[in-house]
């Protein structure tokens, strides 16, 4: 439960149209809640820290710093507002998907993908001491063409898992929302999508380039049976 200080004062932000951007937008999720942090064990500590590509630099550290809050959720709902703020898109830049570190988007704040979406806001949620890891579908569909013709352009998607109260869940930071009765071992993803790698970024998979995703994904299609997908029915939250 919200501690009742808490819940009143977003009940009386969101009635007199006063509350943060942050805040009006997540009150469904905020009503959610249902526990307190847990201490993290080590096999969920490990998430806390990237490699080469998502490493946490002094320059990201400050902009954590800017965002603290008591607990795990408060945090994350800060850190993806603050992407969505700060950070604008530019589908030109797509072709440089996977060759950039989190610290060089930092920088330009201009993100070409999921991708780029999903390795910066991972990297901003672990500087928050929030446990991520990142997650590459495929999109079925594709899947299910590509084998027929193998012209079809790759297609995929790229969420991330965090580490909450005492469980992980699914976040799609491109569409801001929030799956709660997230299922980890399995490997159908919401709107037709599914499970291919999972990994602290995309050089620890083995994806440094497009080529790479396409090589990877592509080899997965080739293999892939429709009938391993079932569409999960996970609860959406929009945060």
């Known amino acids: 439960m919200l501690h009742r200080f808490s819940a009143a004062l977003l009940v009386i932000l969101l009635i007199t149209g006063c509350s943060p951007s942050w805040m009006s937008h997540q009150a469904n999720f905020f009503f959610l809640y249902n526990g307190q942090d847990q201490p993290l ?18 320059a990201i550290r400050t902009i954590a710093g800017q965002l603290e809050a008591d607990t795990r959720r408060e945090r994350m709902l800060k850190a993806i507002d603050y992407l969505w703020t700060h950070f604008s898109y530019d589908n030109r830049e797509a072709h440089l998907s996977f060759t950039r570190t989190a610290d060089e988007l930092f920088q330009t704040q201009v993100l070409g993908g999921c991708s780029d979406f999903a390795l910066v806001q991972s990297v901003l949620f672990r500087a928050l001491a929030i446990p991520a890891r990142l997650v590459v579908t495929a999109d079925v569909e594709w899947m299910e063409k590509y084998k027929e013709n193998n012209l079809y352009m790759t297609r995929g998607h790229v969420f991330i898992e ?28 919401p709107r037709n999508l599914f499970f ?25 299609a080739l293999t892939f049976n429709p009938v391993q997908y079932r569409d999960p029915v996970y609860t959406k939250v929009s945060i």
Do not use: H, M
């Open 41 to 58: 064990a080590e096999e969920t500590r490990i998430y806390l820290s990237g490699s080469s590509q998502s490493e946490i630099t002094p």
């Open 162 to 189: 965090v580490y909450l109260e005492n469980r992980w869940y699914l976040v799609d930071t491109a569409y801001r929302t929030i799956y709660l009765d997230y299922q980890r071992f399995q490997k159908s993803y």
């Open 196 to 220: 291919c790698f999972r990994g602290t970024d995309y050089w620890n998979i083995g994806i440094k380039t497009v080529d790479d995703v396409d090589r990877l994904l592509r080899a997965i």
